[in-house]
């Protein structure tokens, strides 16, 4: 078990293109979240899912926001039309639910410059 | 509205010295976490408590539950523990996502 990975680890990209973040949780774990977290900043909630279900998004993820979890293993989010306040980084976590206390496992992040 | 705030915002250490970082929160439900993120970005979580402390090493998080404060020491500090040292406290209901702090900036000069 290598624990939680996330491609890239660092992505510019130019204002108005699109791109997708993956992320590759611990691999029993059934929970994968996506924070998201802007320079002097604590991480913020974007969305969650329980297998493939895609169970809660934060109103931080605008419409060009997409994420997706389709066989309940690794997610993806994509971002589109990408503007500069878009640059952070891009945190997934994963955890295994029911457990005594729940504890999530943090990747390395995504950083996303846009220019 | 659950929120989370840390103190303080910046410390700078003398390598040696006795380190206290602060939280307050505000919900409580289940378990606080402490978390070490390093430049370049990756997130380590610490400790995660409920009650009384838990030491690993040098690092003790300690928690009142009644006032809803909890706080991280580190002992013998040393200039690898620099980083910065985030409070995260799960949100009421099913989701568990964390509500963050905005962390401390730990800086152990030698």
């Known amino acids: 078990d290598t624990g939680v990975s996330q491609d890239p680890r660092h992505k510019i990209t130019k204002r108005g293109q699109n791109v997708t973040f993956r992320c590759d949780p611990i691999?029993?774990?059934?929970?994968l979240y996506w924070y998201r977290q802007t320079l002097g900043q604590g991480p913020e909630f974007l969305t969650y899912f329980q297998n493939e279900a895609q169970l809660e998004k934060s109103r931080l993820l605008s419409d060009r926001f997409s994420a997706e979890r389709p066989k309940g293993s690794f997610s993806t989010l994509e971002i589109q039309r990408t503007e500069q306040g878009d640059s952070a980084m891009y945190l997934c976590?994963?955890?295994?639910?029911?457990?005594?206390?729940?504890?999530?496992?943090f990747g390395p992040g995504t950083r996303l410059l846009v220019l | 509205k659950n929120e989370v705030e840390q103190s303080p915002q910046n410390l700078t250490a003398q390598e040696g010295e006795f380190i206290t970082i602060n939280c307050s929160y505000s919900?409580?439900?289940?378990?606080l976490h402490w978390l070490q993120q390093h430049p370049g970005g990756g997130i380590v979580s610490l400790f995660m408590l409920s009650s009384g402390k838990k030491k690993h090493g040098r690092l003790i998080a300690t928690i009142n539950i009644q006032e809803k404060h909890s706080s991280l020491h580190i002992t013998a500090s040393h200039p690898r523990d620099s980083a910065v040292y985030i409070c995260a406290d799960p949100s009421a209901g099913a989701t568990n996502k964390l509500i963050f702090g905005t962390g401390t900036l730990l800086a152990v000069q030698p």
């Open positions: 691999s029993e774990h059934n929970r």
């Open positions: 919900v409580g439900i289940s378990a």
């Open positions: 976590a994963s955890s295994l639910v029911p457990g005594v206390r729940e504890t999530q496992y």
